[in-house]
């Protein structure tokens, strides 16, 4: 159980965290290695190891190059052969190598330098500038010529704490890269060390990983950074020539890059440029503080390195790619983890330029269109093992540096990744005391907690480790006026495909038959995007869904806490004795989820049973307000059209429909009604689109109409803003009470400025803290006919509802207090009030 969770950690946390950029990829693997050359490359002088020197076997596009410690393996074909070793600043090195000679062979380097005066630069002003300006026309001569290439790449991450390695993993692939498809790859070998045994069970990118910062646009954390030969890159940079070195006798220009402006999704650092050529020979760059990242991300440092040479006619292309990560990862003041340190280091080589590349990698005939994929079993993967951390198999690759070759020896199968990350905050306090394990608390209750929540449920988890996989023993925990206090279990089981959750509680507050729920859920995977679900629950559920509050749990979590304070209950509640069953179906394109459900359920009435607060406050609780008892019984079905995404983290465009139909003729149902409800999300980037985080215009509309007799239960909502929990989606000046109906429709924007605000009037101290500034409006309106609002003042029960349009509009601060905190300034527009509110829990 450990190693999946350390293995989920690794692929979900971390590799998305590595930028899926490039041009890379891949020759064919070497079948004979005639001999397997070793050693070290080092200052003539000073015996200092030269880290990152290139070599390279003369009249061929194979070679390598050396790590921090100046070490180096390469295979060699066939002998004889003629190594060159180049190195910026140092005469080059030649040596013929023959079968009599020795397989370690040093490599020392003489320094060569250029002085300033003797430099040449034709043309009028800044001489870095004009340098720049040649490096940017020459490219512009021979890139749109470069339609594709394959490339042998290997690829190794290095992945630490704040004090030790924690993992490696590496791999060999035979990458593709098209101009019009970008990259495939095809993983010939791979492993890692002993707690990430689970990594060969699918294909680990390498070259995928590598950027190209001789690239237009360069893709960092989902940034699109301008590059340093972009066409435009002089009114984005100001290039500063510092001084000149020497490479077999012709001189290289060391150029410094500066940002012309801090807005600009830049780097800084240095470029090597090659005299006459004016080609780039190296790069050192690094992110300008206007990289915008994750919010989890709290800080960010990030160094890249890489080197480029000629690999025939006028193409300049990487030799290799390094990159040193170092990020603070921070999802609140709840939830933190140590430092994550992450190190790659990349080797290209072996290009083919221009031929044809296969089809079959770019989705032809049905085929794969994935980006990376297993090879052939003919080329197969070795088993990942600590006895032997050099048998990689593929040839050789980068050498290891000594804390490398340590952890490979050291780390077993119980160093989980996990262990080594352990979350800090109230989260690590509550863990640290025993009370969360693994899987954390569950406030909250079933995941299909509300009559109305058809969403899509999980297809399931990656393969268990044996046929019965236990997981759970969780405890869920929850307050309100109905139940009182819930205290229960949730238990989940994996039986080979079949996953089963059972969960069991009790309420304090209640008495007779609803003191307890139970209940429980089976999901059964049919095929690749199909799944057939069942389940049955006993107990009291809210009977409409908070859909703006990300999850039922936090939205069950907040109330608690809100009532506990002694302020009024958000939800009102019903009795619900349910069984259903559903079979949902994906579509990859278009990216389309069907669900279709089939209810029996047995709704009845049930009463307040507390007015306790924890405060001790003189508080009365609304009264609960009775339902249509009955049996419902419908079939429902709903489609989700676009992808999920998660507001302020990831974009959102997605349109969900959904329709239930309950009929007395068909089912014995007493409930005679259809109803009909849609939402559709979707994300306008406005401003400074180049970063991850841009400035963005996020609209919801939410509309519901229903036909015949709808039941209370059934009704539609305009979500209110309970404090302390103010979401997008919510009407921030409506009381602790949503609007409710029978008809609805809801619009709802925020424009968020981020940083810029502050960015612009040089105010650094709220840009590092990541305070934002946002725009936003709610509008809406609810219906009921008039038969049932009569209906209900029978009944004696009496909803919330919109008597014409409701507007507001709002100024909030965001990120206040370690992102815990959101200050909101609403205006009502059809009142006189100026409401001033509070956001607590605002994690995004």
């Known amino acids: 159980m450990a190693r999946r969770t350390a293995l989920r950690l690794f692929y979900l946390v971390l590799l998305p965290l590595l930028p899926l950029a490039v041009g890379p990829t891949a020759a064919h693997a070497q079948d004979t290695t005639a001999a397997l050359l070793e050693g070290r490359v080092v200052d003539a002088e000073t015996g200092d190891p030269l880290p990152q020197a290139n070599l390279r076997i003369a009249d061929t596009y194979q070679g390598t190059i050396t790590n921090v410690d100046g070490q180096y393996t390469l295979a060699l074909d066939s002998l004889p052969a003629t190594v060159v070793v180049r190195y910026v600043g140092y005469e080059s090195a030649r040596r013929r190598i023959t079968a009599d000679k020795e397989s370690r062979q040093v490599f020392r380097l003489a320094p060569s330098t250029v002085q300033m005066d003797e430099v040449q630069v034709t043309g009028s002003g800044n001489p870095g500038e004009t340098i720049m300006r040649r490096v940017i026309e020459n490219k512009q001569a021979w890139w749109p010529a470069l339609k594709r290439y394959s490339v042998e790449a290997y690829n190794r991450f290095t992945l630490a704490n704040d004090t030790a390695i924690v993992a490696v993993a590496e791999s060999q692939t035979t990458a593709f890269w098209d101009a019009e498809r970008g990259t495939r790859e095809v993983v ?401 394109s278009p990216n389309l989820g069907l669900a279709l459900r089939l209810r029996n359920e047995r709704h009845f009435s049930v009463a307040k049973s507390t007015d306790y607060n924890a405060l001790g406050r003189s508080v009365t609780q609304p009264v609960n307000p009775a339902v249509g008892d009955g049996w419902l019984r419908s079939v429902a079905l709903t489609a989700t059209l676009g992808d999920g995404g998660l507001l302020g983290v990831l974009p959102i465009n997605r349109l969900q429909g959904s329709v239930e139909h309950s009929d007395p003729g068909l089912a014995a149902s007493d409930f005679d009604f259809t109803r009909v409800e849609a939402v559709a999300d979707a994300r306008i980037e406005t401003f400074f689109q180049r970063r991850f985080r841009p400035n963005a215009l996020d609209l919801r509309i939410d509309a519901g109409a229903s036909f015949g007799a709808l039941p209370l239960q059934r009704f539609g909502v305009i979500e209110a803003s309970p404090q302390p929990y103010t979401p997008f989606g919510a009407l921030r000046t409506l009381d602790d009470r949503p609007y409710q109906g029978e008809h609805h429709v809801a619009l709802f924007w925020e424009h968020n400025f981020r940083t810029v605000p502050f960015e612009l009037l040089g105010w650094q101290a709220p840009v590092e803290q990541d305070i934002e500034l946002l725009l936003h409006g709610g509008h809406g309106r609810t219906w009921i006919d008039d038969g049932t609002e009569q209906r209900l003042q029978r009944r004696g029960t009496a909803v919330q509802r919109a008597d014409g349009f409701h507007h507001e509009v709002g100024l909030s601060v965001n990120g206040l207090l370690e992102d815990t905190l959101r200050l909101d300034l609403t205006k009502r527009l059809d009142a006189s009030g100026l409401s001033v509110g509070v956001s607590l829990l605002r994690f995004w």
Do not use: C
Request: aromatic residues 10%.
């Open 188 to 588: 010939r070998s791979q492993r890692g060390t002993a707690n990430l045994q689970g990594i060969a069970e699918s294909a680990l990118p390498a070259a995928a990983t590598v950027l190209n910062l001789y690239e237009d646009n360069v893709g960092v954390f989902g940034n699109q950074m301008v590059g340093v030969t972009h066409p435009d890159a002089l009114d984005y940079y100001d290039f500063t020539l510092d001084t000149t070195r020497a490479i077999d006798g012709r001189q290289a220009f060391r150029i410094e890059v500066e940002p012309a402006n801090r807005l600009s999704s830049t780097f800084r650092g240095t470029v090597t440029v090659l005299d006459s050529a004016y080609a780039l020979l190296e790069a050192q760059l690094r992110p300008t503080p206007s990289l915008s990242t994750s919010r989890v991300l709290k800080e960010v440092d990030i160094t890249f390195e890489q080197q480029f040479s000629n690999f025939g006619g006028p193409y300049w292309l990487p030799v290799d790619f390094r990159a040193r990560r170092d990020l603070d990862v921070q999802l609140s003041t709840l939830i933190s983890l140590s430092d994550i340190r992450i190190r790659q280091v990349s080797r290209l080589n072996e290009y083919q330029i221009n031929e044809p590349l296969p089809d079959s990698l770019y989705g032809a005939d049905g085929e794969t269109d994935e980006v990376a994929v297993r090879a052939d079993s003919t080329v197969g993967i070795p088993a990942l093992s600590s006895a032997q951390p050099d048998s990689l198999g593929g040839g050789p690759f980068v050498p290891y540096s000594q804390d490398e070759q340590t952890a490979y020896e050291q780390i077993d199968s119980t160093d989980t990744v996990q262990n080594a990350f352990d979350p800090g905050g109230l989260y690590g306090w509550l863990q640290d005391l025993g009370l969360v394990e693994e899987g954390g608390i569950s406030f909250g209750g079933d995941a299909d907690e509300t009559a109305a929540s058809d969403t899509t449920d999980g297809a399931g988890d990656e393969a268990t480790a044996s046929f019965v996989d236990v997981e759970g023993g969780l405890p869920i925990l929850r307050f309100n006026r109905v139940e009182g206090g819930h205290v229960g279990l949730r238990l989940d089981l994996g039986v080979g495909p079949l996953a089963v959750t059972g969960r069991g509680g009790y309420n304090t507050g209640p008495s007779g038959s609803t003191q307890w729920s139970y209940g429980g859920d089976a999901t059964l995977p049919l095929g690749d995007n199909t799944t057939l679900s069942a389940g049955y629950h006993y107990g009291i559920e809210p009977r409409y869904r908070a859909r703006s509050r990300i999850a039922p749990l936090w939205a069950r979590l907040s109330n608690s806490l809100w009532t506990l304070a002694g302020a009024p209950d958000y939800f009102d509640y019903f009795g619900n004795e349910r069984l259903h069953v559903s079979v949902r179906h994906a579509f990859s």
